[in-house]
C-alpha cells in the first residue's frame, strides 16, 4: 500500500459515512442498553445483539480507508502518518482511561489489589473498561496491517488478516463448534488465560482496518454516483445485514458462542454500508467526526448519569424500566456530554497552537 496510485484522492462523496459512523456510534450505545429489552427480548436481540454488531467493523474499516488513502510513495512519509495516527489513538485511549478510573474503583477492580498481570492485559486487549478496548485494538490493528503491507505481496496480508479474523470467530460466535466439533478446547483454553475475548486487535481489528485500505487504495474520483449504483449498494447492504441476522440466530439456535461480538457476515455487511454511504449525496461534518468518537468513549458515563438521576427522583420505572426511554435519554445525554468534551478539547487545541505560535515568534530572530 506504500505505492498507493489512489494517493491524494478522494471520493466525490464522502461526507455520508459521518453520518453513518455516527450511527454506528449510537449502535454502540444500543448494545449495552438494551432499546427493545422491554417490548420484545427477540426484537430487541435483532438490534441491540445482531445489527448493532456492524458499528465496531464500520469503525475499523473507516480508520482504514481514512488512514491508508493518504499514502504515497514515500514509504517515510506513510510511516510518519502511521506514527501520528497511533499517537492520537494512544492519547485518546489514554484519557479515556483517566476518565472511567472512579468507576473502575466504584466497582471493585482494583479491591483485591494490583494485579501486573491482569493489568497489563486489560491495557494491552480487553480494554480497562468494558468499552474501550477498542482503543487498543484499532493501534494494534493500525500497526499489523502497515507491516504487512510492506511484504511484497499484500496476499500475505489478506492471508494473515483472514486468518487472524477467521481465528478470533471461533473463539467468540463459533466457540463450540471450535471446541466441540474441531476439538480445539485446550488451544482456546491456553488462549483465554491471556485474553477475556478475541475481539480484540490481534484478531478482530486487522482484517476490517485492511478492507478499509484496499476500498481507499481502489477508490477513484468520479462524477457523482447514478442513483442506480446507490440503490444496488443499498440493496446489497440490506441483504448482507439480514444475512449477518439469519447467522446471529443460527448460531444462537445451535448454542454455539462464547460471546456474541464477532460474526462472519459482520464485515460484509459493514463494509457495503460504507461504501453505500460514500455516495450519499450529503455534506461532511467535523463536527459529527468529533461528537462520534466522544459518544463511543463517555456513554457509559451517561449510562450512570441516567441511572443515578432515575434513583434520586424516583423515576426508575420510567428513566431505567421502559427501555426505549431509556437509551433515548442516554443517547442524548451521550450526546450532550460530547458536545462539552468536543468543545473544551477545540479549544485546548486552539490555545496549544497559540502557545506554540507566540514561542515561534519569541524565538525569531
Known amino acids: 500500500m506504500g505505492t498507493n496510485p489512489a494517493a491524494g484522492r478522494s471520493l466525490q462523496q464522502i461526507g455520508g459515512t459521518d453520518w453513518l459512523k455516527f450511527m454506528a456510534a449510537l449502535l454502540v450505545v444500543a448494545n449495552h442498553t438494551s432499546p427493545l429489552a422491554s417490548i420484545s427480548p427477540q426484537a430487541d436481540f435483532l438490534v441491540a445483539g445482531l445489527i448493532s454488531r456492524v458499528a465496531v467493523p464500520i469503525f475499523f474499516i473507516g480508520s482504514g480507508f481514512f488512514l491508508f488513502r493518504k499514502f504515497t510513495n514515500d514509504s517515510s512519509a506513510n510511516r510518519s502518518a502511521v506514527v501520528r495516527y497511533t499517537n492520537k489513538i494512544a492519547l485518546l485511549y489514554g484519557l479515556s482511561i483517566l476518565i472511567y478510573l472512579p468507576l473502575n474503583f466504584y466497582r471493585g477492580d482494583f479491591s483485591k489489589g494490583l494485579n501486573v498481570w491482569a493489568g497489563l492485559r486489560d491495557l494491552v486487549l480487553d480494554g480497562t473498561f468494558y468499552h474501550l478496548w477498542f482503543f487498543p485494538a484499532l493501534w494494534i490493528g493500525i500497526w ?10 499484500l496476499t500475505w ?17 463459533y466457540y463450540h463448534f471450535a471446541t466441540d466439533i474441531l476439538h480445539l478446547k485446550p488451544v482456546y483454553d491456553v488462549l483465554y488465560q491471556g485474553m477475556d475475548y478475541t475481539r480484540n486487535g490481534l484478531f478482530f481489528a486487522p482484517l476490517p482496518i485492511l478492507v478499509g485500505a484496499a476500498f ?6 468520479t462524477s457523482r454516483p447514478s442513483r442506480s449504483v446507490r440503490v444496488r449498494l443499498g440493496t446489497a447492504s440490506l441483504l448482507a445485514v439480514l444475512l449477518l441476522i439469519a447467522e446471529g440466530e443460527w448460531v444462537r439456535s445451535l448454542g454455539l458462542p462464547r460471546h456474541d461480538s ?7 455487511a459493514a463494509f457495503l454500508l460504507f461504501a453505500w454511504a460514500a455516495t450519499w449525496n450529503v455534506r461532511g461534518s467535523k463536527r459529527l467526526r468529533a461528537w462520534r468518537t466522544w459518544v463511543y468513549i463517555l456513554h457509559p458515563l451517561a449510562i450512570v448519569l441516567v441511572r443515578g438521576a432515575a434513583k434520586a427522583i424516583n423515576g426508575e420505572q420510567l428513566l431505567i424500566a421502559n427501555s426505549p426511554v431509556h437509551y433515548l435519554v442516554v443517547c442524548l445525554v451521550s450526546v450532550a456530554l460530547s458536545a462539552l468534551a468536543a468543545a473544551a478539547m477545540s479549544r485546548f487545541g486552539m490555545r496549544r497552537q497559540a502557545t506554540r505560535m507566540q514561542r515561534e515568534q519569541i524565538n525569531v530572530p
Open 216 to 221: 481507499a487504495r481502489h477508490t477513484r474520483p
Open 144 to 153: 499489523l496491517i502497515y507491516a504487512l503491507s510492506r511484504l511484497p505481496s
Open 157 to 173: 496480508a489478506w492471508i494473515t488478516a483472514a486468518a487472524l479474523y477467521g481465528f478470533g470467530l471461533l473463539g467468540d460466535s
Open 262 to 268: 464477532m460474526y462472519l457476515f459482520s464485515i460484509p
